[in-house]
């Protein structure tokens, strides 16, 4: 997902291509716009963090794109490719390192494992949807 820092910014374009020319297929691919209520619900799992209210407020805040991407081994690549949570932390050329102007309003959201790639996917995505 490119957030809305990101897309304010307006580095979708070059979030997109990067993910291309990293070799990931684009499976599905969509603009959209999460209330708080649907953000509340992609982010649950941090239901209990400190943080949960601050990052709906954030995630609800503007346009998104959400993407189901593919590739071998695409949760792994993805997660070099987008770099740590912190950009102060990111490797030199990975996308949050260029993009990402703090932990909070980090650019992109990568799924942490096949299976929370699979339900986050059908959060945004039909069957119909993915190609």
């Known amino acids: 997902m490119i957030k809305p820092d990101a897309m304010r910014n307006g580095h979708a374009g070059a979030i997109i291509d990067r993910f291309i020319k990293e070799g990931f ?7 959209t716009k999460l209330s708080q209520e649907k953000a ?16 709906v407020e954030f995630m609800s805040s503007g346009v998104i794109i959400a993407a189901i991407l593919e ?5 792994t690549a993805f997660r ?28 992109v959201h990568g799924s942490d494992s096949d299976e929370n790639a699979k339900i986050e ?5 039909s ?5």
């Open 25 to 31: 297929r684009i499976v599905a691919l969509k603009q």
């Open 80 to 107: 070099e490719l987008i770099g740590a949570t912190n950009p102060a932390q990111a490797a030199e050329g990975t996308i949050r390192k260029l993009y990402a102007t703090s932990v909070g309003e980090n650019a």
């Open 71 to 75: 590739k071998e081994n695409a949760v």
């Open 121 to 125: 996917g059908s959060f945004f995505f």
């Open 40 to 55: 509340g619900e992609f982010y649950a799992v941090h239901k209990e963090r400190p943080f949960y209210g601050e990052l």
């Open 127 to 131: 069957g119909l949807e993915q190609f």
